[in-house]
């Protein structure tokens, strides 16, 4: 008997309220926007929430005026791909925050949303460089577990919180994926929602990008027999915890 005899992989598209935690505007589109598109075909109830401002996507404009332009671009390609609502975290952009703080805002998200499934970045992709990703990927794996447990954020809270079990967990800009999703029909629209996100793409990287996610969506498409596909790495919550079986699932 193996894990998946105990534990069948997931069925992304059954899930019908969708969270996705990117640690900052346009990760998601980026990750996972044909899939989203994919939801959103499907009728799912898509929720964004976003770690950092994006003060510090430019060296050109001022951060309060980056932080305007970004925050526009980011309803405007996730209302595109079917995002219906979205949360920002009270988090400053002048400072790497710690798990701690994201966790702690991540788990009232959680709460609030009520998602059946959380996709958000893979932290343990090797070579990853930005911190702000390592540790959104690993604040969002505890926010989930912690979000169904009513002693969490403290013991002695004045009223009891509205606890929520969320049932997977998925990871997008991963190396060791384990569900491959075809997007043959959205990849088209996923670059168009990427590049909605005007203020971080100049002419050169507008190239470079589309030709990096093209050659990527069409090596996992090969995968799976179509044309393009988007990779995830998925695990069920029960997995995340003491499951020496999560690595190679």
């Known amino acids: 008997m193996k894990i998946h005899d105990v534990l069948p992989i997931p069925d992304i598209l ?15 589109e980026i990750g996972m926007g044909g ?13 964004y929430c976003t770690v950092s401002q994006g003060k510090g996507g430019s060296n050109t404009l001022r951060s309060e005026e980056l932080v305007k332009i970004r925050q526009e671009e980011l309803r405007n390609a996730g209302s595109f791909v079917g995002a219906t609502s979205f949360h ?5 952009d002048s400072h790497y925050p710690d798990e701690k703080e994201i966790t702690e805002q991540l788990v009232a998200v959680i709460r609030d949303v009520k998602p059946d499934i959380v996709f958000t970045v893979d932290p343990y ?3 990853e460089a930005h911190p702000t ?39 997008y800009a991963s190396a060791k994926p384990n569900v491959l ?16 996100h005007e203020s971080q793409f100049d002419a050169p990287a507008h190239v470079q990008l589309s030709q ?35 690595e190679t699932y």
């Open 212 to 246: 990096y996610l093209t050659m990527q969506a069409m090596n996992f498409g090969q995968k799976l027999n179509v044309s393009t596909a988007e990779a995830f790495k998925v695990l069920p919550m029960v997995l995340t915890h003491m499951m020496i079986e999560s």
């Open 14 to 28: 059954k899930y019908k309220t969708i969270l996705c935690v990117q640690p900052h505007p346009d990760d998601n």
């Open 88 to 92: 920002q975290l009270n988090l400053s």
């Open 35 to 47: 899939t989203l598109l994919r939801f959103k075909t499907l009728g799912a109830n898509i929720a």
């Open 181 to 196: 999703i075809d997007i043959t029909d959205t990849f088209e629209k996923k670059l168009e929602a990427i590049f909605k």
């Open 133 to 171: 990703h390592r540790k959104t990927g690993m604040a969002v794996l505890e926010a989930c577990m912690f979000a169904s447990m009513n002693h969490f954020p403290k013991p002695d809270a004045s009223t009891e919180p509205k606890v929520h079990r969320v049932e997977a967990i998925g990871f």
């Open 125 to 127: 992709l090797m070579y």
